[in-house]
Every structure is written in C-alpha cells, then in structure tokens.
C-alpha cells in the first residue's frame, strides 16, 4: 500500500523559512518521479518541483526558482522542500507526488504553509 505523509508545515513570517518532508513506503521510492505541489482554495493544485529518479535533477516553477530547493534520500525514503524567503503568497496547502514506473500516480494528504506576520 503506497503512504505518502508530509511534514513540517505551519505558520511563518515573511522571509522566514520551513522545511518539508514526505515519507514514502509501499514502493519503490529511489524509481519514482517525486514532486512537490501546492494549492490554495478555489485554485487548481499547482506544480512546485520536480526532482527526477536517477539524475536528482530537478525542475522548478517560476515562481519559486531561487528561493526553494527539493532534494530526496533514497535511504530514507524521503523526499524534502526547503523553502526560503517565504512570502504570503506561498501560503497554501503542499503536497507530495509520486509517478511510479507503472505509471501509478499517488499523493499524501498534504501540509498546510501560511505565511503571515
């Protein structure tokens, strides 16, 4: 049974920074395409990063290049966001993403970020 279960998520002042986590079990983790997303309410869920299986390499929304940084352990079978800099507009709710090689797509229940001072 595929679990994704975030972590780490909660209120911070602007500039301020927050790290998550997503803990995976039930596959295989160091396979998959892993990728964070977020969404406010009454907006589609947007994507945040992509980091790649093999290469680590990772891909990041405009919005977020510079200031946040996924990366994953494959012996822990973990996947993180460090997020800098934060701003108000980063407030949303985040999520963990998991595209096997099946092509099963699965995600975590998600971890609430608001920025605010």
């Known amino acids: 049974q595929v679990q994704l279960v975030e972590s780490g998520g909660g209120l911070v002042q602007p500039g301020g920074s927050l790290r998550l986590s997503c803990a995976a079990s039930?596959?295989?983790?160091?396979?998959?395409?892993m990728s964070w997303y977020r969404q406010v309410p009454g907006k589609e869920r947007e994507l945040v990063a992509h980091i790649k299986n093999v290469s680590g390499s990772t891909i990041y929304a405009d919005s977020v290049k510079g200031r946040f940084i996924a990366s994953r352990d494959n012996a822990k079978n973990t996947l993180y966001l460090q997020m800098n800099s934060l701003k108000p507009e980063d407030t949303a709710v985040y999520y963990c993403?998991?595209?096997?090689?099946?092509?099963?797509?699965?995600w975590g229940q998600g971890t609430q970020v608001t920025v605010s001072s």
């Open positions: 039930g596959f295989t983790f160091r396979s998959a395409l």
């Open positions: 993403r998991a595209l096997q090689v099946s092509g099963l797509l699965s």
